[in-house]
């Protein structure tokens, strides 16, 4: 299981730059082409937050199932209904920004709310060795200053036609991107060697003498 959890998050990057690829590749070839690719470019960027939410709030919660099962519901159903929005026809129209800044503003908030609640419920340093919100912020902070830097078109929008080739706001988002799937990476991980560590610490201590021979508990617990 706590493969899998990472592998959600590795998938998720996967199809993210996938389908980016695709519509890098294939932009240019009609306007039709560029819209469809352009809607699985953002359906991308949906599926790499629920991976990066689901893979966090397994770790974060790892010893509270329901509170583990909530959020996963949570984050699903957003991803869900941001995805077909997402390749709805009306996804692009101007009269639709601010729905579409919604639907984006609470797949990001599916993602915040469960680590504030660990905050709350643990305390930051135990929530902070369970979860590494450090490097999720890490991942947070970048994506969000990739997103702003795309949308304020920065730096083309001053020196028109001087970044077309190198150093467009869009290229300086993927790289922030690339950047931020590489800090949740290391957070996951460490998570995953923390919750590792733990268990074997606890499995250790969990041996007890019954009649002079030493017995194991058969599950060692794995919880704080
Ligand atoms: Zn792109």
């Known amino acids: 299981m706590d493969i899998a959890a990472l592998g959600t998050f590795f998938m998720g990057v996967a199809v993210c730059f996938t389908l980016s690829t695709i519509f890098h590749t294939c932009a240019n070839h009609s306007k039709d082409v560029w819209i469809f690719t352009n809607q699985l470019d953002y ?17 974060g919660f790892y010893c509270d199932k329901k509170l583990q099962l909530f959020y996963w519901t949570v984050a699903t159903a957003s991803a869900v209904g941001c ?14 920004r601010l ?10 908030l599916s993602a915040f709310v469960p680590v504030i609640h660990g905050i709350i419920i643990n305390g930051w ?23 702003s830097i795309y949308a304020a078109r ?16 869009h290229q300086i988002m ?20 923390f919750w590792h560590a733990r268990r074997g610490i606890e499995s250790d201590l969990n041996v007890k003498i019954v009649i002079g021979k030493v017995t194991r508990f058969v599950q060692p617990a794995n919880c704080l």
């Not at 995805?83 to 009269?95: E, K, M, Y």
């Not at 340093?125 to 997103?147: E, H, K, P």
């Not at 993927?174 to 060697?193: C, E, M, P, Q, R």
């Open 125 to 147: 340093q135990a929530q902070d060795q369970r979860m590494s919100i450090s490097y999720f912020l890490g991942l947070a902070v970048l994506n969000f200053t990739g997103a």
């Open 174 to 193: 993927h790289v922030l991107v690339v950047y931020g799937a590489f800090s949740h990476t290391t957070g996951l991980i460490k998570a995953f060697d």
């Open 154 to 169: 920065i730096p083309e929008r001053w020196y028109p036609r001087t970044f077309d080739l190198w150093g467009s706001s």
């Open 99 to 108: 729905v579409r800044f919604g639907v984006y503003s609470l797949l990001g």
């Open 83 to 96: 995805g077909i929005f997402t390749l709805t026809s009306n996804f692009r129209s101007p009269a639709y």
């Open 43 to 59: 359906l991308g960027i949906v599926i790499v937050i629920w991976g990066s939410s689901v893979s966090s709030d397994f770790f």
